[in-house]
């Protein structure tokens, strides 16, 4: 155990925590080496992450400052996004119908498990002072199965929000009849994960401080198409990931079906960010503004890569026995989150060559944090919700399910 972890180990645990976000939050700061996106995702960062405005009583009010563009000739303007309006028409489904709601869950269940055991590395647990019994095993991977999809959830709230901003703030027409399906496809997630977490799990996590730091951002950027670049390229993707790895694990009837209908909504979602950025990007941006867009989203990649830390879970299960560092080592390389990031990043890096932003600059900053090998996959324009479900179906993960 380092010292600070010791020393900080003889405090109350109230204020333990405290101390952790701050350390969260210091390191957040001091991880953005770019001063416009210090200045961009710093303030964020001390509303998420110091006064942790996503935790207090049980609502947050976020400012926000979009200029909605009006267009009173009503062109026909995108004919792509006109054909993914379409599509989106055809795609719509019920909640009430489209899911099994009357199958009983039972989150303790050994032999319909929602998170396969090998999901996490419960030995390493062991080897830090904290062990569990098989009846508290899977009671731990029910506290952390209800964590993300209580970050779902949140997540959906916020998409639900900024799919709303967009639609008002895209300049293409036909992007905006789009975008009215997607706010009810959002509304309609919202729907489902939280009828799940009430019904069948009964228990609802608060928001992650570092996904309420994105959201907070991105809700306040005025730039329309900082928007779309958070939400429906990099939050977005990183809901692809981790819906597919958890649809490709679960074994609950209920919650396959679920995340099986959301990932059909979410393909189109990502399709139609690869489609407004890739011609914005092309056509508007000066070298600068390009330079900030690809920063911003290098350091955002790796906020999601490094920051989803159950540190509610840990709060709950094992503070004061585990070090934070340690529970940050145990997180980072449990097969099922390693999983999870190949998922999410093997769709997000493909987006981002398609709009763009992969320039010859970025690339060694991808490569030295491991991101390339992905670089060659197929991008949401490229690929049909069926054949990404298909490969899930198919695809041989690391996770022994
Ligand atoms: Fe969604
Ligand atoms: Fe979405």
Same mark, same amino acid.
């Given at each position: 155990?380092?010292?600070?972890?010791?020393l900080?180990?003889?405090?109350?645990?109230?204020?333990?925590?405290?101390?952790?976000?701050?350390?969260?939050?210091?390191?957040?700061?001091?991880?953005?080496?770019?001063?416009?996106?210090?200045?961009?995702?710093?303030?964020?960062?001390? !509303?998420?992450?110091?006064?942790?405005?996503?935790?207090?009583?049980?609502?947050?009010?976020?400012?926000?400052?979009?200029?909605?563009?009006f267009? /009173?000739?009503?062109?026909?303007?995108?004919? +792509?996004?006109? +054909?993914?309006?379409?599509?989106a028409?055809?795609?719509?489904?019920?909640?009430?119908?489209?899911?099994? /709601?009357?199958?009983d869950?039972?989150?303790?269940?050994?032999? =319909?498990?929602?998170?396969?055991?090998?999901?996490?590395?419960?030995?390493?647990?062991?080897?830090?002072?904290?062990?569990?019994? !098989?009846?508290?095993?899977?009671?731990?991977?029910?506290?952390?199965?209800?964590?993300?999809?209580?970050? %779902?959830?949140?997540? +959906?709230?916020?998409?639900?929000?900024a799919?709303?901003?967009?639609?008002?703030?895209?300049?293409? %027409?036909? &992007?905006?009849?789009?975008?009215?399906?997607?706010?009810?496809?959002?509304?309609?997630?919202?729907? =489902?994960?939280?009828?799940?977490?009430?019904?069948?799990l009964?228990?609802?996590?608060?928001?992650?401080?570092?996904?309420?730091?994105?959201?907070?951002?991105?809700?306040?950027?005025?730039?329309?198409?900082?928007?779309?670049? &958070?939400?429906?390229?990099? =939050?977005?993707?990183?809901?692809? &990931?981790?819906?597919?790895?958890?649809?490709?694990?679960?074994?609950?009837?209920?919650?396959?079906?679920?995340?099986?209908?959301?990932?059909?909504?979410?393909?189109?979602?990502?399709?139609?960010?690869?489609?407004?950025?890739?011609?914005?990007?092309?056509?508007?941006?000066?070298?600068?503004?390009?330079? +900030?867009?690809?920063?911003?989203?290098?350091?955002?990649?790796?906020?999601? !890569?490094?920051?989803?830390?159950?540190?509610?879970?840990?709060?709950?299960?094992?503070?004061?026995?585990m070090?934070?560092?340690?529970?940050?080592?145990?997180?980072?390389?449990?097969?099922g989150?390693?999983?999870?990031?190949?998922?999410?990043f093997?769709?997000?890096?493909?987006?981002?060559?398609?709009?763009?932003?992969?320039? #010859?600059?970025?690339?060694?900053?991808?490569?030295?944090?491991?991101?390339?090998?992905?670089?060659?996959?197929?991008?949401?324009?490229?690929?049909?919700?069926? #054949?990404?479900?298909?490969?899930?179906?198919?695809? &041989?993960?690391?996770?022994?399910?």
């Amino acid at each position: 155990m380092g010292t600070i972890d010791h020393l900080t180990g003889l405090l109350p645990a109230r204020m333990r925590s405290q101390l952790g976000a701050y350390a969260e939050a210091v390191g957040l700061l001091t991880e953005m080496r770019d001063p416009r996106v210090l200045a961009s995702l710093g303030p964020s960062g001390v !509303r998420g992450l110091i006064l942790q405005r996503g935790k207090q009583n049980g609502h947050s009010l976020v400012p926000t400052q979009n200029t909605a563009h009006f267009d /009173w000739r009503y062109p026909n303007d995108h004919p +792509e996004m006109r +054909e993914l309006y379409t599509r989106a028409k055809h795609g719509q489904w019920d909640a009430d119908t489209a899911i099994p /709601w009357h199958i009983d869950v039972d989150p303790l269940d050994y032999d =319909v498990p929602i998170l396969p055991e090998g999901f996490l590395d419960i030995g390493q647990l062991a080897e830090a002072g904290v062990r569990l019994d !098989r009846a508290e095993t899977a009671r731990f991977l029910y506290s952390i199965t209800s964590w993300m999809l209580s970050q %779902f959830l949140h997540g +959906e709230q916020g998409a639900l929000f900024a799919a709303a901003q967009v639609t008002e703030a895209v300049p293409f %027409f036909d &992007g905006k009849l789009y975008g009215s399906t997607q706010v009810m496809d959002e509304g309609r997630h919202v729907e =489902v994960f939280h009828r799940y977490l009430d019904e069948k799990l009964n228990k609802v996590y608060k928001i992650n401080d570092n996904l309420f730091v994105i959201i907070d951002a991105l809700m306040r950027d005025s730039r329309w198409d900082m928007k779309f670049l &958070g939400m429906q390229i990099m =939050v977005e993707g990183l809901a692809l &990931g981790a819906f597919g790895t958890l649809y490709r694990l679960t074994k609950e009837p209920v919650l396959r079906q679920l995340l099986k209908m959301v990932i059909q909504d979410e393909a189109r979602h990502v399709h139609y960010g690869v489609l407004a950025l890739r011609d914005h990007f092309a056509k508007n941006l000066s070298d600068a503004e390009r330079r +900030e867009r690809e920063d911003w989203t290098f350091e955002v990649a790796l906020l999601m !890569r490094n920051r989803f830390m159950a540190w509610e879970v840990y709060e709950e299960w094992a503070e004061g026995t585990m070090s934070r560092n340690r529970w940050k080592y145990f997180v980072m390389n449990s097969p099922g989150m390693e999983e999870f990031r190949t998922v999410m990043f093997s769709r997000l890096v493909p987006n981002l060559r398609a709009i763009g932003l992969l320039s #010859k600059r970025m690339l060694p900053h991808y490569e030295r944090v491991g991101l390339l090998k992905y670089m060659n996959g197929a991008s949401a324009d490229q690929l049909t919700a069926e #054949k990404m479900l298909t490969d899930l179906d198919e695809a &041989g993960g690391r996770v022994v399910d």
